[in-house]
Every structure is written in C-alpha cells, then in structure tokens.
C-alpha cells in the first residue's frame, strides 16, 4: 500500500519558508526562484487539503495548522538527516546509541570516560542529546536517557547510578585571604543560584541549624556551568554538585568556603524504554555505565 507522505522537496520548501516566514528568502536559502518555492508550497497544500500560510498582500504567514505541521515536520527532517548522516558515516557496519543527557552530567561525568567505551566497542557510536526534562520514548529516537530525580519513568526501567552531593564553591578572592567560612559569615556573602532548584540553598542552611535564614536573594542562572563561571569569576557562591567542579577546586580556580554538604534526595539514573532491554547494544552500554558508576561510588561514597 503507498504511503500518504508528501515529496522530501515540498517538506523542505516549507520547512524552510516556516523557518524564515517568507518565500523569498527561502528561496535564497535554497538556491531556487520565488517562484519555484510557492509552486511547491501550493503543490503540498494541495496534497494535505489545509493552508498552511496566510497570505496578505506581500507578506506570508503560518497558519495555526501551519505553525503545528511546521514544528512535525522540522523535527522530522532532522531525524531522517540523522539517520542519514549516521548510516553514511558507518556505511552501514555500524550501530549507533541515542542517548538523552543532562548537559551537566554529559560534559562533567559521561563525556569524560567515554573513550574507555569507545576503546572496548569501537562499532558503536554514541550520539549525546541534552534533554533535562523527562519526555516519552515513543514520541523520541532516543534508546535511553540520564534522568535526575526518582526512579520513576512512565513505561522504562532505571538503573541506579549515584547520589548527588551538593556543596558551596566561590573564587578564593571572595574570601577576602580566609580559609574558610562560618554558616553563619556564608549568610552575608552574594548566593548564586540554579533556577531549577531555587530551594537549595535553604535546604543548605536548615542542615547547618540555620532555618530561618532568607536564602532567596542573589542571582539565578538556567545552567550549572553558568553557575560555576560566575563563581570563577567573583559574582558569589554556588551550590553546586561535587562531581562538576572536583577540577575546578583542585586547580585552585574554585574553594569550598564551607565544608557541610547537602546530600540530595534524587539520584542519577539510566532510563530506557523496556521494549529496548534486550537491545545488544543498549545491554553493552549499560552494563559499562553501571562499572562506571560503581568505581565513582566507591571512590567518592555517592
């Protein structure tokens, strides 16, 4: 039976118009005439049976329907140029993992270690993705993910890896030629913060005795290693996990003002779908990551 799927040229004529919401310069981008773009836009609206573009006077723009296929049909086009790209570079010999990573993780913890990987299975290609929330297999090309929270996942198994410990770093300029802080001289200092846990550093304070202390103030930033480069750079102290800054602290770049840490209530997993668990490759991987994991809980107690 023939498919119902519309030419790869339309989908890219109007990926692109979407993009630029404009026929001419996706026209440009596409080394095509204006003309031939709007032939190809009208050939797709005439096989799907929707506008997908307003069209006023000189101007173009999407249609709610538009906006919706639009967003379908660029996260379509970037899996199939994925597949493409992946299958041309292992011309076919190869396998590939698609992993989802919290960013913070993959550039302080995976990335790090991943040439051991490669140096044991060499045919397999790791492709990393940041994704920080979770999200449904079914709706994604990926065969597993790094979650931070609960071992709870609609429809996957997890696998334990560590814990996490949070603690307190700045520039040794802040300290002003100290060596270390009090709790109660940290309450003074400018606290930076990481947007998604805005409560983490009143839950530092409650573990040194320091309930009612307002934590709130200070500068909030989306990312970790956001955090980590405005303490470099003498903006406060951070709360952050040990993991990401153990070189940072041991180059001098980063001190920790005060020794108590927070011990996280969530942990670091390895979450795959479970029609995925007798996946060869998936199954090499992850037996690999849990040796990982094990020889950095034995050696930081996580």
């Excluded at 919706?68 to 597949?83: G, I, N, P, T």
């Amino acid at each position: 039976m023939r498919r119902k799927i519309p030419g790869t040229e339309l989908l890219i004529a109007f990926e692109t118009a979407a993009r630029h919401q404009s026929f001419t310069r996706a026209a440009e981008e596409l080394s095509l005439t204006q003309s031939a773009v709007c032939r190809q836009i009208a050939a797709l609206e005439d096989f799907l049976g929707v506008k997908l573009f307003d069209r006023v006077k000189k101007r173009v723009t999407l249609s709610e329907a538009g906006q919706v296929y639009a967003r379908q049909v660029r996260e379509s086009l970037k899996r199939f140029e994925h597949d493409t790209l992946s299958l041309m570079a292992h011309r076919g010999a190869g396998r590939t993992l698609e992993l989802a990573v919290i960013p913070t993780f993959a550039t302080s913890w995976l990335i790090p270690r991943l040439g051991d990987f490669h140096a044991a299975h060499p045919s397999i290609t790791v492709d990393l993705t940041a994704r920080a929330e979770p999200f449904m297999f079914t709706d994604t090309p990926f065969d597993a993910a790094i979650h931070f929270g609960d071992p709870v996942w609609p429809g996957a198994l997890a696998e334990y890896l560590f814990g996490e410990e949070i603690v307190p770093v700045c520039a040794p300029a802040l300290l002003g030629g100290r060596v270390a802080l009090s709790p109660e001289e940290l309450v003074e200092m400018p606290l930076l913060h990481q947007s998604a846990r805005p409560d983490a550093w009143r839950e530092w304070f409650e573990g040194v005795g320091l309930g009612a202390v307002n934590a709130m103030g200070g500068a909030r930033f989306e990312l970790f290693s956001m955090l980590v480069t405005a303490a470099k750079f003498g903006l406060g102290v951070a709360l952050v996990p040990s993991f990401f800054v153990m070189k940072d602290v041991a180059a001098g770049e980063l001190v920790i003002p005060c020794k108590h840490v927070l011990k996280s209530r969530r942990s670091y997993y390895l979450v795959y779908p479970e029609n995925k668990a007798g996946s060869p490759t998936l199954q090499l991987f992850c037996a690999w990551l849990l040796r990982q994991a094990e020889a950095f809980r034995a050696t930081t107690g996580n």
